[in-house]
Nanobody
Framework: QVQLVESGGGLVQPGGSLRLSCAASGIRFDIYAMSWYRQGLGKQRELVATISKGGSTNYADSVRGRFAISRDNAKNTVYLQMNSLKPEDTAVYYC?????????WGQGTQVTVSS
C-alpha cells in the first residue's frame, strides 16, 4: 500500500520554528522526487520546496532562506525545516512523491503561525 504520512504540524508564534516529517511506505523512496506543498484557507495549493532523488533542492521565493528540505533515504522520510515563521505561512502542508507516472499525496498537516 502506497502511503505518505505527514507529522510535525502545530501552532507556533511568529518567528518560531517547526520541522515537518513525511514518512513514505509502499514506494521505492530513493528514486522519487519529493516535494512539500501548502494550501492556505481560500487559496490555491502552491509548491513550497522540492528535493530530487539526487538531493538537488528548489524553493518558492516566499520561503527561500527560511525553509530547508532534506531527505533520509534510509528512513524513507523527507523533512521540511521551517524557521522564522510568519503568519502568512499558515496553511495545510502536503507531502508529494513523484516518479512518472506515479504521483502520491499525503493527507496534510496543519501549520498555524499566530501570537
Amino acid at each position: 500500500q502506497v502511503q505518505l504520512v505527514e507529522s510535525g504540524g502545530g501552532l507556533v508564534q511568529p518567528g518560531g520554528s517547526l520541522r515537518l516529517s513525511c514518512a513514505a511506505s509502499g514506494i521505492r523512496f530513493d528514486i522519487y522526487a519529493m516535494s512539500w506543498y501548502r494550501q492556505g484557507l481560500g487559496k490555491q495549493r502552491e509548491l513550497v520546496a522540492t528535493i530530487s532523488k539526487g538531493g538537488s533542492t528548489n524553493y518558492a521565493d516566499s520561503v527561500r532562506g527560511r525553509f530547508a528540505i532534506s531527505r533520509d533515504n534510509a528512513k524513507n522520510t523527507v523533512y521540511l525545516q521551517m524557521n522564522s515563521l510568519k503568519p502568512e505561512d499558515t496553511a495545510v502542508y502536503y507531502c508529494n512523491a513523484q516518479y512518472w507516472p506515479s504521483d502520491v499525496w499525503g493527507q496534510g498537516t496543519q501549520v498555524t503561525v499566530s501570537s
